[in-house]
């Protein structure tokens, strides 16, 4: 188990240094000069040659890394050129407002993800896992940034339910009130509408094929209790249904663009639409970067747990 931990964990070095090189690359070759919004319109060549100098931009872009790395190693993600704040203190509360949405986002998505799937697969090839299918391959085909204008149209403005956008007043010094939930209903049900059909489906797969098992049938016959079984099945299929799941959070985590800013919802997606729209570079930088530092971070999570799960995989 321990060489299975540190083999993990090594592992995932190489992939957050090349994580490293893609967010800090991927922004350079954007089109468009990142100082634009923040040189002024008579700016003259040598004005444009100082800012240059002042953020670092006149440096070849290997040297700009390896000083960004460094920065970043030490816990400094730069200021941001638009508002002259420091980046870390930036994505933080974002970080806080779309962990508050994708925690709600969570629950519904495993709730009725699992919930729909062990349906399915118990009651296969009648109308119910037919309805169970269909709203599951709805659920992720259908753009979650348009059903949730659908949502913002007849929850918020014809019903009047729901608020159409934003957060309560209390909410931007962290913390989740009564008065928040109001404001989180609608996101959380459209963010959560992908990863809920995926999930369905994975654990009706999952759990359909280890019910074709020999020792199922095996275990059936022995005349092994029907609540015993079920929770054997269950066990059997958990490993590949939680490395789905453990992706399904990463993304949620992460925030999603579409979702926040169709709600006005200031979490990262929000933060990094504006990011992107300003050309602010090191906000868009520091943000992509931790986002994805999360993400490798997270799935390292769950494959740890997996060998609790099915000791099999330490042998793999």
């Known amino acids: 188990m321990l060489t299975y931990v540190v083999r993990r964990t090594v592992a995932t070095a190489p992939i957050l240094f090349g994580v490293s090189v893609i967010c800090f690359s991927f922004v350079h070759l954007a089109p468009g000069d990142p100082l634009t919004a923040v040189m002024p ?6 004005m444009a040659a100082i800012i240059k100098h002042t953020y670092g931009f006149d440096r070849p872009l290997p040297v700009q890394y390896m000083l960004w790395l460094r920065a970043v190693l030490s816990g400094n993600f730069g200021a941001s050129i638009m508002t002259g704040r420091p980046v870390l203190g930036e994505i933080l509360p974002a970080a806080l407002h ?3 949405l994708a925690s709600a986002a969570i629950a519904v998505s495993l ?9 399915a697969a118990y009651v296969r090839h009648i109308a119910a896992d037919r309805l169970i299918t269909g709203l599951a391959v709805l659920g992720v085909s259908v753009p979650h940034y348009w059903m949730g204008m659908v949502f913002v149209a007849i929850f918020a403005v014809k019903l009047g339910l729901f608020p159409a956008m934003g957060m309560s007043a209390g909410s931007s010094g962290g913390g989740i009130g009564v008065q928040d939930l109001r404001f989180m209903v609608l996101p959380a049900l459209t963010l959560a509408l992908i990863p809920t059909g995926i999930i369905s489906r994975t654990v009706r797969a999952a759990v359909v094929e280890v019910r074709k098992q020999d020792f199922i049938a095996t275990l059936l016959s022995s005349g092994l209790r ?8 269950i066990r059997n299929a958990a490993p590949a249904v939680l490395a789905v799941i453990g992706l399904q959070m990463a ?3 992460g925030g999603s663009i579409l979702v926040e800013t169709v709600f006005a919802w200031p979490g990262t997606g929000y933060l990094l639409n504006n990011a992107i729209a300003t050309r602010d570079l090191p906000l868009l930088q520091g943000t992509t970067l931790l986002l994805a530092v999360f993400f490798v971070v997270l799935n390292l999570l769950v494959d740890l747990i997996q060998p609790f799960l099915d000791p099999r995989v330490t042998r793999e």
């Open 111 to 119: 709730v009725f993800g699992i919930g729909m799937g062990l349906l």
């Open 41 to 46: 319109e008579n700016a003259t060549p040598a």
């Open 251 to 253: 993304q949620l985590l």
């Open 98 to 100: 779309t962990a508050e």
């Open 226 to 233: 029907r609540r015993r079984l079920f929770l054997h099945t």
